[in-house]
């Protein structure tokens, strides 16, 4: 069974533009996951999409938004970049009723 | 709002000695305990959890103790490998019902020297 996946793995851009990232869940698993990793913060929790919608959502600001699609993959989005936003961005997807999160290699975002 | 404390942020053993990494969680309604490996360039894999039903865990060389009145887990790792090395991550989910948020400590790196 494939794991979690995400594209780009690496991606570069500029102070101000967007970023559009994707993650396709392990087939069969509804639950998706986001988390952003950094050397000062660690791995804190972004949100939550289940069944195409967003079930929670952690401390970030507006600028972090996401979705899900019928067929479970999900997107996130980051507008207006900013440098602190440089981080390894996780999804991690999970069966319907299971607290297991399997995490997929990451995309990492540098802005600069 | 829920606090995961992980100790210590760095470990250096010798191969075939054990591992011990602790962690501590702020809310008393957390009740799913996993632990996380994280290899250089790859994102965390799930090694063993526990359920807040459940006092201890094993899996071959790999134990998590949990003590909920202390709110207290570990990780226990015996006949450590050079292939143990890595970073381990903590983690308690706090909101029943969600298969999300998942509250991570800092991390420990574990060295393990041949």
């Known amino acids: 069974k494939a794991g979690v996946t995400q594209t780009p793995r690496y991606l570069i851009k500029t102070r101000g533009q967007q970023v559009t990232l994707s993650c396709s869940p392990i087939s069969g698993h509804r639950s998706v996951s986001w988390y952003q990793q950094t050397p000062g913060q660690g791995l804190q929790f972004l949100f939550e999409y289940f069944s195409e919608t967003q079930r929670n959502k952690g401390n970030f600001p507006g600028r972090f938004s996401g979705r899900q699609f019928s067929n479970s993959r999900s997107e996130m989005n980051v507008s207006t970049l900013e440098l602190g936003d440089s981080a390894l961005y996780l999804c991690?997807?999970?069966?319907?009723?299971?607290?297991?999160?399997?995490f997929g290699p990451g995309t990492r975002l540098t802005v600069t | 709002g829920e606090n995961v404390e992980q100790h210590p942020s760095t470990l250096s053993v010798q191969e075939g000695d054990s591992a011990v990494i602790k962690c501590t969680y702020s809310?008393?309604?957390?009740?799913?305990f996993p632990w996380y490996k994280q290899e250089l360039g790859k994102g965390p894999q799930l090694i063993i959890d526990?359920?807040?039903?459940?006092g201890e865990k094993k899996d071959q060389r790999i134990a998590v103790t949990l003590n909920k009145t202390a709110k207290h887990f570990s990780l226990h790792i015996t006949e450590t490998q050079p292939e143990d090395s890595a970073v381990y991550f903590c983690?308690?989910?706090?909101?029943?019902?969600?298969?999300?948020?998942?509250?991570f400590g800092k991390g420990t790196k574990l060295s393990v020297k041949p």
């Open positions: 991690a997807s999970a069966r319907t009723g299971s607290y297991e999160q399997y």
């Open positions: 809310d008393s309604a957390s009740n799913y």
């Open positions: 526990i359920r807040s039903n459940v």
């Open positions: 983690a308690a989910s706090y909101k029943r019902g969600s298969q999300g948020n998942l509250i």
